[in-house]
């Protein structure tokens, strides 16, 4: 394990304590119009007639007939409509707007509106989803990997063991504490767009879409930003479409903060998931082939479900060596509120599958399920589920040892069936990691991120990058390499949010690859300012790919990731036998994130990630009745406190990658994809039953216990 | 209605609807924005200010039962020696990410340090148990309040 390392406070921590930081509804534009939604109260319905009622003078209703350029937010394509044109697809979809200086006003007249739908049959779960045709597809895959130097597939069928079982993964809502908010004004011809994002570039794309504008006249600027877990990577872009028209229609500035129902209602959830694998196990217990079908519910529009999808496929092999597997995926439509990106990207689905599977396989066999599963570990050398080659050196068995000696699992797995307490102990363990930046060529090809630094007098050093603080600490770690790299103080560089008018476009803040790819640009960029003569000098660099990477994006072949992040979860829980609720105890992680350039900024963020994960296991129920997620509010999605936080005892391995700074690799999405299965295992041990589905409720496992 | 209550130990007095919450009343005044609305229905402390020393979610209450009222908020608190201690203490241990949160569990943090100046951890996470953070995981958070009640209080 490595020293403990950090840099020194975080640069934004004192703004944000003392409530000085101006978050999107903190900043004072006093003649801004507030915004009220009339929300479709149907899953899938056509809009007969919709009449207003009379509109006071300086109040102003906007729907699809007021968007000046085309009526669809621009992510991976243009299909998301911004208001509905003759149907409504989701309970929640936004039909219409209305615009005026009083909330509380508007929410009367948005009572007097009458909308006379004509209900059509609506699609709410991945099964009716998959039985509705190809008309509610919207990504199919397919992936057939056989290793090379392996034997695999070539056996004799009466050796065969065939082990098939179904797993599902619920929907879960990001919670970033601060609702999603933008505002919108025009300036001197120009449009000025400042929110709580993720992606000022993706945003400022969408409004050239939606706008007709072009990107010149678009100004996109991300204020402090209260959490987004990918939650602000895709609907910002939406939502700052609203304002965007509203503010064109209206010649004034409008500012939209969501309510906490209406964000709860409005944006995007984690893809829920329905999970098959079908692996064929020789008698010596030797995993010979698997197959996978993995299905996701992309929810009305499709947004970012096609990328998500292709991660989940690419981890169905979990951390293992399978010699022959086939995945067979599909992201479906239905008439739910849109899925999106969430931290993990389609990966916690796959890993909660596989690591469950794993460990049935094991139980199956009485084998120890960590002990199974070690006999698989991927190795350096080895090729992954797309036939990439690992490079780089795999510490599993290191971590693995690290863990279970810290948490005592051994003697705990053997002897807490034997325990008769008040409540059942048992303790579990995951095996996981997660690819680093985008897939496959995506940072060439589509990204192309660049980054500049600009010395000005006195040695003060700025960064311009794209990069967003909203909480994991980017505005302290981009600092860090820049200063640590020019041998600096940190408080000589200086780094604001970013503003599309002053900094190139490094691409979005996502898919862990901030410091990874962004860093590792300033990094450089840092190393030739540092030979640069002058007082005054700026210096740009642009993304290239590390030259042994290869991908066919086509045939899903290659390398899939330039690196990736490892780790290792080991719960301990307990179960009260009467009320079946579930009380993770503590929990044993360990991490291979390269090297740490703030080891107290990351152990922080992976604490983080590990009691959002246990969210996701345990309580974060969102339930579809009357073809809608029953779970509208805070009241009734429940969200770990502090009273439902296990021990958590962090720890990592150095593990330098070279093409990151200062051995850097990605370190955001991975601790979020351990827990669950974790915490599932540990449940199987302290009941005795095998679990198929996340999150865990008590009326579930109550079900399953004999 | 008129109200006339304190706010960081200044009168104010508004013209207001009798349910109008004190979160907007507080947000409506120049420079009090650190009171966040997270959830407005009380779920999540985003809101939460000292009234008459108590901590409550400022989103739940009505103008009208604030006449002759104390209230504190972070605008107030952080002028305090114990407010110094926990910032410090929170920056050290990883207890801000996003920040959003954070100005509701300094209140409460603060209330619970008065009360118990060098809390255990079980006190520390019941204390806190009315204010949500999705980024820390509440660990640093925790340490925070706990190493801040270890620390002496300065003078004022």
Redesign the interface.
């Known amino acids: 394990m490595s020293a403990r390392s950090s840099a020194g ?2 640069v ?12 999107l ?2 900043i ?1 534009v006093p003649d801004a119009l507030s915004v009220r939604f009339l929300l479709s109260p149907l899953a899938h319905a056509r809009i007969r007639s919709l009449i207003l009622p009379h509109l006071p003078p300086g109040i102003i209703s906007v729907d699809a007939r007021d968007v000046p350029g085309k009526n669809a937010v621009s992510m991976i394509k243009e299909n998301w409509p911004l208001f509905p044109e003759q149907e409504v697809s989701y309970v929640g979809q936004p039909v219409l707007l209305l615009a005026g200086p009083d909330p509380a006003l508007l929410s009367q007249l948005l009572g007097q509106i009458v909308v006379e739908y004509q209900e059509l049959p609506a699609v709410t779960s991945i099964s009716e989803a998959d039985a509705s045709g190809p008309d509610h597809v919207f990504a199919r895959y397919h992936l057939d990997f056989k290793a090379q130097n392996q034997q695999g597939g070539q056996h004799a069928k009466q050796d065969e063991l065939v082990f098939e079982e179904t797993f599902a993964t619920g929907a879960q809502e ?6 999603q908010a933008v505002l919108a004004q025009v300036l001197d011809g120009r449009l000025e767009v400042t929110g709580s994002m993720q992606c000022p570039f993706y945003v400022r794309k969408a409004l050239t879409t939606i706008t007709g504008w072009d990107a010149g006249r678009i100004r996109v600027i991300q204020s ?6 990918g939650g602000k990577e895709d609907f910002p872009s939406v939502l700052a479409g609203y304002a965007a028209v509203t503010a064109i229609k209206a010649g004034k500035p409008v500012r939209i903060v969501l ?3 209406e964000d709860l209602a409005m944006t995007t959830k984690r893809h829920p998931s329905r999970i098959t694998y079908r692996t064929t196990l020789d008698r010596a217990g030797n995993i010979r082939f698997a197959r996978a079908e993995i299905l996701t519910d992309g929810g009305a529009f499709e947004g970012l479900s096609s990328t998500v999808l292709q991660r989940a496929m690419f981890s169905a092999a979990g951390v293992y060596r399978i010699p022959r597997m086939r995945v067979a995926a599909r992201a479906l439509r239905t008439n739910l509120v849109p899925s999106g990106a969430f931290r993990g990207f389609g990966s916690p689905q796959a890993f909660f599958a596989m690591e469950m599977h794993m460990s049935h396989l094991a139980r199956s066999r009485r084998e120890n399920p960590l002990a199974f599963k070690k006999r698989f570990l991927l190795r350096r050398g080895d090729q992954t589920i797309t036939g990439g080659l690992l490079r780089d050196p795999v510490k599993l068995e290191e971590m693995i040892e690290t863990a279970a000696a810290a948490s005592d699992y051994h003697d705990k797995y053997k002897r807490f069936p034997q325990e008769r307490g008040e409540l059942r102990r048992g303790i579990g363990v995951s095996l996981f990691s997660h690819g680093c930046g985008f897939t496959g060529s995506g940072e060439r090809d589509i990204i192309k991120a660049r980054v500049r630094l600009r010395r000005t007098a006195g040695n003060r050093v700025e960064i311009l990058a794209a990069s967003v603080e ?4 980017t505005l302290t770690v981009l600092r860090t390499i820049v200063a640590r790299t020019l041998c600096i103080p940190v408080s000589r560089v200086v780094f604001s949010n970013p503003d599309t008018d002053h900094v190139p476009d490094s691409g979005p803040t996502v898919a862990s690859r901030t410091v990874m790819v962004v860093g590792a640009l300033l990094q450089r960029a840092a190393r030739r300012l540092k030979e640069l003569p002058e007082e005054e000098a700026e210096v740009e660099e642009e993304y290239t790919q590390p030259p042994e990477m290869a991908w066919d994006q086509e045939t899903f072949t290659g390398d899939a990731y330039p690196a990736f992040s490892w780790g290792v979860n080991i719960v301990e829980v307990e179960v009260d036998p009467l009320t079946f609720e579930v009380f993770p105890r503590h929990v044993w992680a360990v991490y291979d994130v390269g090297e740490a350039i703030d080891e ?2 990351v ?3 992976c ?6 994960g246990l969210g996701y296991a345990l309580t974060e129920v969102l339930e579809v009745g009357n073809g809608r997620y029953l779970q509208g ?3 009734d999605y429940v ?5 439902d ?1 296990p021990e ?1 005892d962090v720890s990592f391995v150095s593990n330098p990658y070279a093409y990151g700074p200062f051995g850097a690799k990605g370190a955001g999405e991975l601790p979020f994809t351990g827990p669950a299965p974790a915490v599932a295992d540990a449940v199987e041990h302290a009941l005795g039953i095998r679990v198929d589905r996340i999150p865990l409720r008590p009326e579930y496992l109550e079900a399953k216990t004999p | 209605m008129k109200v006339t209550f304190q706010v960081n130990g200044t009168t104010v007095s508004v013209e207001t609807e009798p349910l109008t919450r004190l979160l907007d009343i507080l ?1 409506a005044q ?1 420079g009090l ?9 009380g ?2 402390g ?1 809101c939460a200010v000292l009234l008459n020393g108590e901590v409550v979610n400022s989103c739940l209450l009505p103008a009208g039962s604030l006449e002759g009222a104390s209230v504190t ?3 107030g608190l ?1 002028d305090t020696a114990r407010y110094s201690t ?2 410090d203490s ?3 241990h ?1 207890g ?8 509701g569990f ?1 209140i409460a943090s603060a209330a619970l340090l008065r009360e118990n100046p060098s809390p255990a951890d079980a006190a ?3 204390a ?2 009315g ?12 340490e925070a309040v706990k190493s801040a009640g270890r620390i002496p209080e300065k003078k004022q």
Do not use: W
């Not at chain 1, 604490?607 to 959002?612: L, N, P, R, S």
């Not at chain 1, 969200?639 to 009273?643: C, E, H, N, Q, T």
């Not at chain 2, 204010?131 to 925790?142: A, D, E, K, M, V």
């Open positions: 406070p975080r934004d921590a004192r703004e944000k304590t003392s409530g000085r930081a101006l978050y509804a903190d004072p990001h919670l970033y504490l601060e609702p402090v930003t209260g959490g987004g877990f309510q906490r129902r909203m909480g994991q600490g107290e900024l152990r922080a963020q604490e983080g990630g590990i009691v959002q509010s805070l009241t969200i770990p406190g502090s009273r936080i958590i | 947000r120049p924005t650190g009171t966040k609305e997270g959830c407005g229905e779920e999540c985003a908020t972070i605008e952080r926990l910032e929170f920056g050290r990883g801000v990410q996003c920040g959003f949160c954070t100005p300094m520390i996470r019941v806190l148990s204010n949500l953070c999705r980024c820390t995981g509440y660990t640093g958070i925790i």
